[in-house]
């Protein structure tokens, strides 16, 4: 594959691990923030080839992982009514919310669609105009543009039938949550490429600054992982701390215009609950009031939907990365991808899943960091 | 085996997994697959032949040694690029009789229809069936007709059962897999799950991906003149090579370690497979075949799939080993190492 291979090239990744080698001195913590870098990790064996001074931690870049539990109970709600078409991204069926999730839903006769784009289910609106079509509009930055322009588009064409359940939730934010913590370990991020892609890097500039740590901006294949790790490895041992953008080939400072101009026309900055994190200040985005009438929670009055998370469960502390997943008491007991507690046991992108899948019988200790 | 339930390692059949009712994922030829017929089908059943689930069931009748499988059909859309259901039907069943060992020779087929199916695609239907099973040097011999009401199923669903001769001294089962031996796959993996996948999804690729959809028995005849120690066949339907692995991995109680830069597969699937966050590994093959075999023989075993032509592009793709039993593991592009673990129920197209 164009434009892929290359940068799972075995050579040059030797040569960038000898880089990276000859450059650590001593022991450093890294934050991957993106649910898609932490599962390339896993899947490529990136962390078992990085010199044991290097942990990565697995941040909670992953939309399935952080969406908040009662976020997904009014899904579970607005599913089950009769005449509703609820349309998801394919990995959300099997969060659990508090009883049970969107497979179970659609097994009791709810329809419930796997979709590829928020553009799909406007498309499934428009066939279907006798049915109330939901989509469950969840993600970072990068789900945001296409999920703005459904709703932008929605209102555009007058489809009364069409709304979104909302729950956008924002990186930058996140990462100071992240640093200011009291408990926190991480001392280099590397910052979501795609995230960056739609949103540029200018806002990370501020956060490494204040907090004098280095940010760079880090793609998903082995070689964009490890030119990341790299970078800030080398800002780390020279006591550097500035934004880096190792990702150039899909980034630039500025991010994507066009992306941003919708984003600003639909979505106003909220308050956000992040599932086993809590809530962060301005972590999210919302509904305009001029779109609000196509805000899902609103039409179908599943405000008053409140949950708790299982005590059981530690994907908080997982998502902060204050402990590894295989660190969990119930990790691959009581919570497996078959059953799992918590969301980042469900995701492919989630760190607890991407643990269990690929590493399971890895003994703990044999892990870096 | 033990005619009587084991009571220490009795699992109540009814709380499956935490669903109480069926959902699709225990339809993906995954765990949850493995825990309906594990918890509900096996115990109710209870027999040797049905209990070393392979393909198929091997049977002694009067000295003869039969194979015996049966198969469902639900596949959407009813025709797809490469194949259609009535092909599936045909060569799925064929298939599983020949992961015996077995030569095909008969099959049923039953037909459930739905309301409002035109007759013209029911007689396509029919008639790619009657092809596909000449092709195959099988006859449908028995059948049956049923209608279900309008929206009670996809137009149409189908089930075959087959029946075909062991030859004397072939001994292949999931349990036969040994340290040492290697493994082989006979071709491309993924083309059907991907080529299924890329129409009902309406996804537009620039490059058509076809169905692999072929009768095997053919193949396997060749590769047991060349290697009659082969150890365990295996066509990786449902679930695509990593499930079938895992689950000869479970039942031989040996590990298996692949190499994910020996695994043949088409660029156009590979790129699919990324675009939609799937692993090929997971994804179905309808006319391939993973054989285990000792590795001395591995070669030989290689050049007579290479000479057929649904075996070109076979490659030896990994080993079998004592360390880790019942897990599947593989080398990465890079170096590195990962668990290619069973699935919970269906591959998921991830987020973002």
Known sequence: MKYLTEYRDADLVQKLLFEIRQAVTRPWALMEVCGGQTHSIIRNGIDQLLPPQIELIHGPGCPVCVTPLETIDQALAIAAQPGVIFCSFGDMLRVPGSERDLFAVKSNGGDVRIVYSPLDALKIARENPSREVVFFGIGFETTAPANAQAVFQAKKQGLTNFSMLVSHVLVPPAIEALISAPTNRVQAFLAAGHVCSVMGYWQYEPLAHKYHVPIVVTGFEPLDVLAGVHSAVLQLEAGRAEVENAYARAVQRDGNQPAQKILSEVFEMCDRQWRGIGLIEQSGWQLLEPYRAFDAAHRFNVHHIQTTESPLCRSGEVLQGLIKPNQCSAFGRECTPVRPLGATMVSSEGACAAYYQYGRFIDPESIPG | ?352
């Open chain 2, 1 to 352: 085996m033990s005619q009587s339930p084991d009571f220490d390692n009795w699992i109540c059949p009814l709380p499956l997994r935490d669903y109480p009712q069926i959902v699709l994922g225990h339809g993906g030829g995954g765990k949850l697959s493995q825990d309906l017929v594990e918890h509900i089908v096996l115990p109710a059943f209870n027999n040797g032949a049905l209990a070393s689930l392979a393909d198929g069931a091997a049977l002694n009748i009067a000295g003869i040694r039969l194979a015996f499988s049966t198969d469902s059909y639900v596949v959407r859309p009813l025709f797809f690029p490469g194949g259609s259901i009535a092909d599936l039907a045909v060569n799925g069943t064929v298939n599983d009789l020949a992961m015996l060992g077995a030569q095909p020779m008969f099959l049923s087929v039953g037909l459930i229809i739905e309301e409002g199916l035109p007759l013209s695609i029911l007689g396509t239907v029919v008639e790619q069936m009657a092809a596909a099973a000449r092709i195959a040097g099988v006859q449908i011999v028995t059948g049956d007709t049923k209608v279900v009401d309008k929206g009670h199923g996809d137009g149409l669903y189908i089930n075959t059962s087959g029946i075909g001769l062991i030859p004397d001294g072939i001994q292949i089962a999931p349990q036969n897999a040994r340290p040492g031996d290697s493994v082989l796959v006979s071709g491309m993996i993924g083309d059907h799950g991907m080529a299924v996948m890329s129409v009902r999804e309406g996804l537009e690729f620039e490059t058509l991906i076809i169905s692999d959809s072929a009768p095997l028995n053919g193949m396997v005849a060749v590769l047991l003149a060349a290697v009659p120690e082969i150890h365990t066949l295996r066509d990786p339907t449902r679930g695509g090579v990593a499930s079938s692995l895992n689950e000869i991995a479970r039942a031989a109680d040996v590990g298996i370690e692949l190499e994910d830069n020996q695994l043949p597969i088409r660029p156009e699937v590979a790129a699919a497979c990324e675009l939609l966050g799937l692993d090929p590994l997971y994804v179905a093959n309808e006319g391939k075949l993973i054989a285990i075999l000792p590795a001395a023989q591995a070669e030989r075993a290689l050049e007579s799939l290479r000479h057929h032509p649904l075996g070109k592009d076979a490659a030896i793709i990994g080993q079998v080993t004592a360390e880790h039993p019942g897990i599947v593991t593989t080398k990465t592009s890079i170096g590195g190492r990962r668990i290619v673990s069973m699935q919970v129920g269906e591959q998921l197209p991830r987020i973002c």
